[in-house]
Every structure is written in structure tokens, then in C-alpha cells.
């Protein structure tokens, strides 16, 4: 398991697109949920977009992809990303502690609750 403390962002998100990838109960979950993930840290100068399409999460890119409809958007400090993404800090905590913002619809921030606990058993 990759440790979020020597980690870098873009190796923790792309740790997490194998775990996501690998997961056969996570594509029963995404079944026809195709989006862009805007993954943004706060005190950090790079920004990295996810992209789910066709029951994969097909790449992590550095860089915004702008804007399209149904992007989900995540912003907090590096540090709380990388806990995050390498599943040592739960996602729904985050939210509920101040230390992460989600802009998407409702429905969107419970699909990515429930792929968190099935990859990380939280």
C-alpha cells in the first residue's frame, strides 16, 4: 500500500485508478456513471483531472479539464487529498471535519462515498 506521507498526489491518484480499476464490486457501482474528477489542492500549484468512462477510471492527468457537465470537483490541502486517495482518512469525515470541499450533485458525492468504502473497507 502506498503511504501518503512520502507519496506524491499524482502517485497516490494513480495508485488509486489501479485499486479503482482492479475492483469488480466498483464497476457494478459505476455502471453507466460517467464523469470528470477535478481533483484540486489548495496549497499546491498542480490540479489533476480523473476521467471515468466505460466502467474504468481511464486516466489521471495533470491539469483542469474544464467544466463539463456532471464534473465532480474536489478541493483540500495536498495532504488531505493524498490520506484520501490512499484511503487513511475517510472521504465522508473530511466533509464533516471542514477539510475538504465537493462541488457535484448529491447523487454523485454518494457514488464516490461508496466507491471509497468498497475499495478501502471504511
Not at 501518503?4 to 457494478?28: G, H, I, P, S, Y
Not at 457501482?29 to 499546491?44: C, H, S, T, Y
Not at 464534473?71 to 484520501?84: T, W
Request: proline share 2%; aromatic share 6%; charged share 30%.
Amino acid at each position: 500500500m502506498i503511504e501518503a506521507a512520502t507519496a506524491t498526489l499524482e502517485e497516490c491518484l494513480t495508485d488509486f485508478r489501479d485499486r479503482f480499476n482492479d475492483n469488480a464490486r466498483v464497476k457494478k457501482l459505476i455502471v453507466g456513471w460517467n464523469r470528470d474528477i477535478l481533483v484540486e489542492p489548495l496549497d499546491a500549484p498542480t490540479a489533476y483531472t480523473m476521467v471515468i468512462a466505460d466502467l474504468e477510471l481511464t486516466s489521471v492527468a495533470a491539469g483542469i479539464d474544464g467544466g463539463h457537465d456532471g464534473q465532480v470537483h474536489m478541493q483540500a490541502d495536498e495532504e488531505i487529498l493524498k490520506r484520501i486517495f490512499t484511503g487513511e482518512y475517510n472521504p465522508a469525515e473530511a466533509l464533516i471535519d471542514g477539510n475538504m470541499a465537493v462541488f457535484s450533485e448529491e447523487r454523485d458525492k454518494v457514488k464516490l462515498e461508496a466507491i471509497a468504502m468498497v475499495i478501502w473497507g471504511l
